[in-house]
Structure formats: structure tokens, C-alpha cells
């Protein structure tokens, strides 16, 4: 919708970037991260379906975030 950042997905390896007007999809349980942000402000929609139970949600690192800090911090935007 706005602005520009990286994405991959299954490997670090495949960091690409992506702006307005793209379309990112992947299958449940695929390891992927946003790594960059490299015009800002970033807005994206994003949608999971059928609709994700927020248990789960698994980060990478788990001291970064945690699924509740995570819904409750996004829910709004």
C-alpha cells in the first residue's frame, strides 16, 4: 500500500524487495521475515485464512516478541 522493505521466505538466501502493489504468498508454517525497511511509512495488509489462532504464531527468536505482545501491538493498525 505505502513504502518499501525486503522480504523472504523458507531461507534468508531469497531477500527481495517488495513496494505497493505486490502480492507476497506463502503456505502455513513457512519461516519468513521482513528484514528491511527501506521507505517508511510501511503499510501493508496482510491475511490469514482460515484465521490464525494467535497460539500459533512461533518467532524465530522468542525474546524479541511473543504472539500476545504481537496481536495485541498490531490489532489496532
Known sequence: MAGRGTF???DAGTEAEFGPGELLFFEKGTV?????ILAEPLVFLTVDTPRRDPAD?????PE????????ARNASS
Open 32 to 36: 519468513h521475515a521482513l528484514p528491511q
Open 57 to 61: 504464531i512461533v518467532f524465530a527468536n
Open 8 to 10: 523472504w521466505m523458507g
Open 64 to 71: 524479541d516478541e511473543s504472539p500476545a505482545t504481537f496481536m
